[in-house]
């Protein structure tokens, strides 16, 4: 099915079948009184179904074959639609993410090259994720750890991954306050980094001066990793 593609509750039938012969139209109006389903209606009240609409639909039904209740499935679906990846093993727990590295283990040009993350997170669900306390939190909010947009009050996946970070560092004796210093790297690299792709670049072709950025943060991460493995062996 195209992702631009908008069906008919028939073709969606027919689009899904084949994986769910038991299903009918019925059962597809049941799942969207219950609110699990959401596709467009027409003006004359015909529903259509987008990809996503599918997608979703599909993800319900093969929960069900699980035996999930619904309780269950809209709870798996609104961490999805939160960014989230539903927990398999419904613990509650959300995982915190993965930065994209290479063979050495070190970031990727692709890893600064990703947008802000999808991930909508409250703060008792950070706090449990990553066993901070909510006196180190506000540690790592009140020394700057944490890019905050005005307005902003969820939490994302970069948020996770530095409290998630801060938590190991605080536990091997690392604090908050330590990691000041380290923001303020970020912050004259990203300044260093600025001023090597020109402006006049950066408005004219966006893509190749976010894939100039990307390789250059790369290569600045692996040299920082070097230089900081001579200063420990000293």
Do not use: C
């Amino acid at each position: 099915m195209p992702e631009t593609a908008r069906l008919g509750i028939g073709k969606v039938l027919a689009e899904l079948r084949e994986e769910f012969p038991s299903l009918t139209i019925s059962k597809i109006r049941y799942l969207e009184r219950e609110g699990l389903l959401e596709p467009e209606r027409t003006p004359s009240g015909y529903r259509k179904f987008s990809f996503d609409d599918v997608e979703r639909l599909r993800f319900v039904l093969r929960q069900q074959k699980r035996y999930w209740p619904l309780s269950t499935i809209r709870q798996a679906l609104d961490e999805m639609d939160r960014g989230l990846v539903p927990q398999t093993d419904l613990d509650g727990n959300v995982r915190v993410p993965e930065v994209s590295s290479d063979a050495d283990g070190l970031p990727t040009p692709g890893a600064f090259l990703e947008g802000r993350s999808r991930m909508r997170l409250s703060r008792e669900e950070v706090l449990e994720s990553t066993g901070a306390s909510e006196e180190l939190l506000a540690q790592v909010e009140e020394h700057g750890l944490l890019e905050r947009r005005p307005g902003q009050h969820a939490y994302d996946g970069d948020d996770l991954v530095v409290v998630d970070a801060v938590v190991r560092l605080s536990a091997l004796g690392v604090e908050p306050r330590h990691l000041r210093a380290v923001r303020t790297a970020a912050e004259r690299e990203s300044d260093l980094l600025g001023r090597a792709v020109p402006e006049r670049r950066r408005r004219e072709d966006k893509a190749a001066a976010a894939e100039q950025l990307g390789e250059l943060a790369a290569l600045l991460m692996r040299l920082h990793t070097v230089l900081l493995r001579h200063r420990l062996r000293d």
